[in-house]
């Protein structure tokens, strides 16, 4: 099979409700389910909380008093190579035994590591209530490289993890924008809900700086938080079940930026925090006379320097802007606005 | 096991599948239990029982006892770990594979260790019988308890068979096997007795669907 599908939580619902099943899994051990989980999916709510962190900016400057911009971005945060795998037997389960693939190995894809076929995945092996042996490989990564390179031939193969953004810029006094991203809570009963806040502040600082104002850059101090809730639910026939996430960024920089005619390059240094929380939610039956409720919960959090530089391109209103940054998980940002005053 | 990863990505909306897709094993190691000790179990096996008449039996002329021959199923939606597994699971996306078959044997008193000429096990596949002599089954031809004795099916016929197993368990996923114990010579008696023991095999099975997602 070849394909991709790469949606927004709107469409998401489309795969079939019957693809999913989480008994067998709750049925080894519920803690290390969570390990592995955590192992397993980390780097894609990390590429997608640090890709959050992008695109707040493309100028030092800031608008003046009411001027606003207008500005949707896509970020492709670039999953390092250490996170594409990760060691099944250095999780530290507890109760499920870890078993090597056909080469003696337990390392194991992430979501977004290498498409592998079963035989060449490690597997998690338990005893069930009836003393028999139950063996599962580990899930298998989604192959993005794989499949730019060989499906789409595409000229630029990167193992990236896709968010994209709009957001709204108003100038207000004492040379401070706010920004703001928000979608209010959208929802299909029974399928999905989804919402969006994030708040972001630029304040010039060159105002406050004796003999900084006369320099020909513009310099600002930039504080920017966004969170999303989502929750997918998962059987139809079960509503109570559902995969809740919230993700979160913040991030705090200083930005320098210089205009050359139409082109703005600008810079940032500071620091961002990527945070997600995953909870499996409702009652799962995991054999007649048992049941869980709520089972798995985990977090995925990292944080560290962020830098980033930029290239801003401004004809009358119209911006195109580009940046690269370098964090966790690098980023690469690429935005389309208007902007006015 | 990989639905769940599905419900965790689609929360940030992603999902994406190279060559391999979606695919995944799983496998257990499961006995089918004795009806004796489970008896709410379907798929268990009855107890094995057979008759020694109760006449001289003379050792230069002995007399044939009656082989005993017991009928079970072994069905792959009873097995708990596969149940997902056989959702997913059809011809053309999967494969499995047989990959060990022992047998346990209990409950023989020390007074009921005949010799045995063998043990065979006969496979129902594809409408056929396919018979299997379990090599060297007991030590020194004695019929005893055991536990986990070997079915050797690593030879060039025993690779066919378990191809044919194989075969069998993806169209039906389930195998009707008998289990048939030829008893040797007896010693006499004056009368009739019966031995009475369980027979537990245990199956060694992989499943393997390769894109459940295709």
């Known amino acids: ?341 | 096991m990989k639905k769940i990863i599905i419900a965790l990505l689609l929360p940030i909306g992603i999902f994406s599948c190279g060559e391999a897709g979606v695919g995944f094993d799983a496998g257990t190691r499961f006995t089918l239990p004795s009806c004796a000790t489970e008896p709410s179990f379907s798929g268990c096996i009855p107890d094995i029982d057979i008759l020694i008449p109760g006449v001289p039996i003379d050792v230069v002329d002995p007399v044939v006892v009656d082989p005993d021959e017991t009928s079970f199923q072994y069905d792959l939606a009873d097995i708990e770990g596969f149940e997902s597994a056989l959702q997913e699971l059809n011809s053309e996306n999967g494969l499995i594979f047989f990959n060990e078959l022992t047998f346990s044997l209990d409950g023989i008193e020390p007074d009921e260790e005949f010799g045995i000429d063998n043990i065979s096990l006969v496979f129902r596949l594809s409408g056929q019988d396919v018979t299997v002599f379990v090599v060297n089954p007991v030590e020194n031809f004695t019929l005893q308890n055991l536990e986990d004795r070997d079915v050797f099916l690593v030879d060039e016929t025993g690779r066919d068979i378990t191809s044919l197993i194989e075969q069998e368990l993806l169209l039906r996923q389930q195998l009707d096997m008998r289990v048939i114990f030829d008893l040797g010579d007896v010693s006499s008696s004056p009368s009739d007795r019966n031995i009475d023991f369980t027979f537990e095999p245990t199956f060694d099975v992989d499943i393997r669907v390769e894109d459940i997602l295709d």
């Not at chain 1, 080894?28 to 397993?40: F, H, M, Q, R, T």
């Not at chain 1, 993890?161 to 928000?182: E, H, W």
């Open chain 1, 1 to 341: 099979m070849k394909k991709i599908l790469i949606a927004t939580l709107i469409i998401a619902p489309f795969l079939s409700r019957s693809q999913y099943d989480v008994e067998s899994l709750l049925n080894g051990s519920v803690a290390d389910a969570e390990k592995i989980l955590e192992a397993y999916s980390e780097p894609i709510y990390l590429g997608f909380g640090f890709g959050m962190n992008s695109g707040w900016y493309n100028t030092a400057k800031t608008h003046k008093l009411l001027g606003f911009d207008i500005t949707p971005t896509i970020t492709f945060a670039r999953i390092p190579t250490d996170a594409q795998f990760y060691d099944l037997n250095g999780l530290g389960l507890t109760e499920l035994i870890p078993v090597p693939n056909e080469n003696g190995s337990f390392q194991s894809p992430t979501a977004l590591g290498p498409n592998l076929k079963p035989e060449d995945l490690p597997s998690i092996a338990y005893e069930d209530a009836n003393g028999n042996e139950v063996r599962v490989s580990t899930p298998t990564g989604i192959g993005m490289e794989e499949y730019l390179d060989q499906d789409l031939n595409s000229p630029i193969v990167i193992n990236a993890m896709p968010s994209a953004m709009a957001q709204v810029g108003i100038g207000l006094v004492k040379n401070t924008d706010v920004v703001l991203r928000i979608i209010p809570k959208i929802e299909e009963p029974g399928d999905y809900e989804f919402s969006m806040f994030g708040l972001g502040v630029k304040h010039d600082l060159k105002q406050w700086i004796p003999g900084l104002s006369l320099t020909p850059f513009d310099f600002a101090g930039f504080a920017g938080w966004n969170k999303i809730n989502s929750k997918v639910f998962i059987d139809e026939n079960e509503p109570d079940q559902a995969v809740e996430v919230s993700t979160s960024g913040f991030t705090v920089q200083g930005i320098v930026s210089k205009k050359f005619w139409i082109f703005t390059p600008y810079l940032g240094l500071g620091f961002a925090t990527s945070s997600s929380n995953v909870n499996l939610l409702g009652t799962y039956e995991i054999d007649n006379n048992n049941s869980l409720t709520d089972p798995l919960s985990f977090d995925a959090s990292a944080s560290g320097f962020r830098g980033n530089l930029g290239l801003q391109m401004k004809i009358l209103i119209l911006t195109i802007h580009a940046d690269y940054a370098i964090q966790k998980y690098n980023t690469i940002t690429l935005g389309l606005g208007l902007s006015i005053r």
